[in-house]
């Protein structure tokens, strides 16, 4: 890592205000020189709670319109533990297309890479970044800094976790039935 790099993870360790997550978000958007930078999180009792550089506007207007429910970004996520390049989602539906359009016209980029994180007692976080470029530079982009991206965004949700008041950190021993049900389930 570098040294600005190095930096920006020991300021999410000792982050302990979502003002810190807004500050190093900033931080990390001008770091890679992206348009936007952004990390959000549902806790263990479904609050939601967010640190990004998407302006005022384009905030208000994705509540507003409930896009939430409907964001192939948010969906793919779900879905998914590694990684997501948004030129691999779903984009096809006339909803997403007009999603994807009001969202470019309120500045988000035209390309993006977000990374799901899961956490104890249901946790859910999204770090997302974006820029407007073109495919080749943004294939660049992601080959150049997605590990760096995975580990600042469990350093994100690590920090995050400690704000989480709802969590329960008790440990839950399981029965030997119990943990062979749960390996059966694993391997489906």
């Not at 896009?67 to 909803?95: C, E, T």
């Not at 035209?110 to 974006?130: D, E, H, M, T």
Request: contains cysteine; glycine residues 6%; charged residues 25%.
């Amino acid at each position: 890592m570098s040294g600005a790099l190095e930096s920006i993870v020991n300021d999410l360790e000792q982050a302990n205000t979502l003002e810190d997550f807004q500050r190093i978000t900033e931080n990390l958007q001008d770091y890679y020189k992206l348009d936007h930078f952004i990390y959000h999180w549902f806790n263990s009792v479904g609050e939601r709670f967010g640190a990004g550089t998407y302006s005022t506007e384009w905030v208000d207007r994705y509540v507003q319109k409930d896009y939430l429910r409907m964001d192939p970004v948010i969906l793919g996520a779900l879905q998914r533990f590694h990684p997501l390049n948004w030129k691999d989602l779903d984009w096809s539906s006339k909803g997403a297309k007009e999603f994807l359009r009001e969202a470019i016209d309120y500045g988000v980029g035209n390309q993006g890479l977000s990374i799901p994180v899961r956490g104890p007692s249901g946790q859910f976080a999204l770090l997302s970044c974006n820029a407007n470029t073109n495919d080749e530079a943004w294939a660049e982009f992601i080959e150049l800094n997605q590990q760096s991206l995975i580990i600042i965004a469990h350093k994100f949700n690590e920090r995050a976790l400690d704000f989480d008041t709802g969590f329960d950190n008790t440990i839950v021993n399981l029965s030997p039935r119990e943990l062979s049900a749960m390996v059966l389930l694993a391997r489906g």
